[in-house]
C-alpha cells in the first residue's frame, strides 16, 4: 500500500523556505517563455497559496500564456512582461523574494532576464529540468519529477502549507501535472502523483473539466492547421524511425494561424509504429524557425536540440531554434538522418 507522501527538501531547506516567506511582503513567481501548462500552472498554485498567506504575490510571464489555458479565471491577473515591461520591471525591482519556475537558465526567460538579473531579491528556484544556472538563493532541482506543478505540491506539503490551496490553485497544480505527463501518459509511473491527485481533486479540481479544455478544445484554425500538417505536411524516414512536419510563415498564414494552434502537433507522429522521434519545424520568421522534439524510448531529444538547435530540454520532448530560413533548417535535419544520427546512431 503506498499512502505517504515522502518529503522531498530536507529540514534545513524547509527551514530557509519558511524564513523567507515569512518575511516576504512583495513576491514574484516566474516561469519560462512560451509558458506552457506546467509553466503557468506552477506558478498560478504557488501564487494563490502566498497570496492566501496575505503576502502581495505576482506572476510574470515573459510573454503571452497559450489560448488553451485563457479558461483559467484568473488567468488576467498575470502580468506579461512582453506586454507590459515597465510593470513587470517595476514588480521584480521591488520585489523582496522572487520565485523562478519550470525553467534552468536565463536564456528561458527571454527579455524579462535582464529585469531578473537586476533584481536584489532572494530568488527560490524550483524546476525539474537538468542542471540549472539561474544564481539561486535557494534551488529546489529534482529532474526525476515529471512536472514543476507536482514539484511546487510536494514543496507545499514539506512545508505544510496545502492546506491554503484553494479549487483554483489546486486546479493550477494538476494543470501543470496533466500537461507536462500528456495526461499521465508518459513520466507518469511516480506513485505519488496519484496521491497528489487525490488531495488535489478533493480540494475542489474538476479534473475532467481540466482535460476538456486543455486537450479536447480547439480553434477552428488548430483543427485545419493540424489536419493539413498531417494529411500534407508529414514525411517520414522509415530507416531513420524519425518523421520530419514543417509549416512556413506562407502556410501559417494562409491558415491564420495563432499560438497554440501547432501544440502537440509534434506527438502525432510517434502514434505510428517504428516511428521513435518527430521533429516539427515552424518558421515563426522568414529567417527564424522554431523547432519542437519528441521521442519514445532513450533517444535523447534533448542532446540533439542541444548540438544541433541551440536549445534542449528532456529525453523524450525538447525543443529548438533555428537562425536561418526553413530549408536551411529542413536541410541540417535531412544532414542528420543521413549521416545515421537518427535514431541510434552517433549519440554518445
Ligand atoms: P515544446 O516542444 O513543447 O515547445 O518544448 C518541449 C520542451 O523542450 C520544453 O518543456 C523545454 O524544456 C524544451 N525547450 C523548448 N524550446 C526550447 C529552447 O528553445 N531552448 C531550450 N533550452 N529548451 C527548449
Ligand atoms: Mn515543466
Same mark, same amino acid.
Given at each position: 500500500?503506498?499512502?505517504?507522501?515522502?518529503?522531498?527538501?530536507?529540514?534545513?531547506?524547509?527551514?530557509?523556505?519558511?524564513? @523567507?516567506?515569512?518575511?516576504?511582503?512583495?513576491?514574484?513567481?516566474?516561469?519560462?517563455? +512560451?509558458?506552457?501548462?506546467?509553466?503557468?500552472?506552477? +506558478?498560478?498554485?504557488?501564487?494563490?497559496?502566498?497570496?492566501?498567506?496575505?503576502?502581495?504575490?505576482?506572476?510574470?510571464?515573459?510573454?503571452?500564456?497559450?489560448?488553451?489555458?485563457?479558461?483559467?479565471?484568473?488567468?488576467?491577473?498575470?502580468? %506579461?512582461?512582453?506586454?507590459?515591461?515597465?510593470?513587470?520591471?517595476? *514588480?521584480?525591482?521591488?520585489?523582496? @523574494?522572487?520565485?523562478?519556475?519550470?525553467?534552468?537558465?536565463?536564456?528561458?526567460?527571454?527579455?524579462?532576464?535582464?529585469? $531578473?538579473?537586476?533584481?536584489?531579491? !532572494?530568488?527560490?528556484?524550483?524546476?525539474?529540468?537538468?542542471?540549472?544556472?539561474?544564481?539561486?538563493?535557494?534551488?529546489?532541482?529534482?529532474?526525476?519529477?515529471?512536472?514543476?506543478?507536482?514539484?511546487?505540491?510536494?514543496?507545499?506539503?514539506?512545508?505544510?502549507?496545502?492546506?491554503?490551496?484553494?479549487? @483554483?490553485?489546486?486546479?493550477?497544480?494538476?494543470?501543470?501535472?496533466?500537461?507536462?505527463?500528456?495526461?499521465?501518459?508518459?513520466?507518469?509511473?511516480?506513485?505519488? $502523483?496519484?496521491?497528489?491527485?487525490?488531495?488535489?481533486? +478533493?480540494?475542489?479540481?474538476?479534473?475532467?473539466?481540466?482535460?476538456?479544455?486543455?486537450?479536447?478544445?480547439?480553434? *477552428?484554425?488548430?483543427?485545419?492547421?493540424?489536419?493539413?500538417?498531417?494529411?500534407?505536411?508529414?514525411? @517520414?524516414?522509415?530507416?531513420?524511425?524519425?518523421?520530419?512536419?514543417?509549416? +512556413?510563415?506562407?502556410?501559417?498564414?494562409?491558415?491564420?494561424?495563432?499560438?497554440?494552434?501547432? &501544440?502537440?502537433?509534434?506527438?502525432?507522429? $510517434?502514434?505510428?509504429?517504428?516511428? %521513435?522521434?518527430?521533429?516539427?519545424?515552424?518558421?515563426?520568421? !522568414?529567417?527564424?524557425?522554431?523547432?519542437?522534439?519528441?521521442?519514445?524510448?532513450?533517444?535523447?531529444?534533448?542532446?540533439?536540440? &542541444?548540438?544541433?538547435?541551440?536549445?534542449?530540454?528532456?529525453?523524450?520532448?525538447?525543443?529548438?531554434?533555428?537562425?536561418?530560413?526553413?530549408?536551411?533548417?529542413?536541410?541540417?535535419?535531412?544532414?542528420?538522418?543521413?549521416?545515421?544520427?537518427?535514431?541510434?546512431?552517433?549519440? &554518445?
Amino acid at each position: 500500500m503506498y499512502n505517504t507522501l515522502l518529503p522531498i527538501i530536507d529540514k534545513e531547506t524547509v527551514a530557509r523556505l519558511h524564513a @523567507l516567506i515569512g518575511r516576504a511582503e512583495k513576491i514574484v513567481i516566474t516561469c519560462h517563455v +512560451s509558458p506552457d501548462g506546467d509553466a503557468i500552472g506552477s +506558478s498560478m498554485g504557488l501564487c494563490q497559496v502566498l497570496k492566501a498567506m496575505g503576502k502581495q504575490a505576482t506572476v510574470i510571464t515573459p510573454d503571452m500564456p497559450p489560448r488553451q489555458l485563457q479558461f483559467f479565471p484568473n488567468i488576467k491577473s498575470i502580468v %506579461v512582461a512582453s506586454c507590459h515591461p515597465h510593470t513587470a520591471r517595476r *514588480l521584480t525591482a521591488e520585489a523582496d @523574494l522572487i520565485f523562478c519556475l519550470d525553467f534552468n537558465d536565463l536564456r528561458r526567460v527571454d527579455k524579462f532576464a535582464d529585469a $531578473l538579473k537586476q533584481a536584489t531579491a !532572494d530568488v527560490v528556484l524550483i524546476d525539474h529540468h537538468l542542471d540549472p544556472t539561474v544564481k539561486a538563493t535557494v534551488t529546489i532541482s529534482h529532474p526525476e519529477i515529471s512536472s514543476t506543478s507536482a514539484l511546487v505540491y510536494r514543496v507545499l506539503h514539506d512545508l505544510t502549507l496545502t492546506d491554503f490551496l484553494s479549487p @483554483l490553485g489546486a486546479t493550477a497544480i494538476y494543470t501543470g501535472m496533466m500537461t507536462d505527463t500528456g495526461n499521465f501518459s508518459y513520466n507518469s509511473l511516480d506513485p505519488s $502523483l496519484y496521491l497528489i491527485v487525490a488531495d488535489l481533486v +478533493s480540494r475542489g479540481v474538476d479534473k475532467d473539466a481540466v482535460y476538456r479544455e486543455v486537450f479536447n478544445t480547439s480553434s *477552428l484554425s488548430r483543427v485545419r492547421i493540424q489536419g493539413y500538417a498531417a494529411s500534407r505536411k508529414l514525411e @517520414l524516414f522509415p530507416e531513420a524511425g524519425t518523421a520530419l512536419i514543417t509549416l +512556413s510563415r506562407r502556410e501559417l498564414d494562409e491558415f491564420e494561424y495563432e499560438k497554440g494552434d501547432t &501544440e502537440t502537433l509534434v506527438n502525432l507522429p $510517434l502514434s505510428i509504429p517504428g516511428i %521513435v522521434c518527430s521533429v516539427f519545424m515552424r518558421q515563426d520568421e !522568414d529567417d527564424y524557425v522554431k523547432i519542437s522534439t519528441r521521442s519514445k524510448g532513450d533517444f535523447p531529444v534533448n542532446k540533439v536540440c &542541444e548540438r544541433y538547435f541551440g536549445g534542449g530540454g528532456h529525453l523524450n520532448a525538447a525543443g529548438g531554434e533555428w537562425n536561418g530560413t526553413l530549408d536551411e533548417a529542413v536541410a541540417r535535419f535531412l544532414e542528420l538522418v543521413k549521416g545515421g544520427y537518427f535514431p541510434w546512431g552517433n549519440k &554518445e
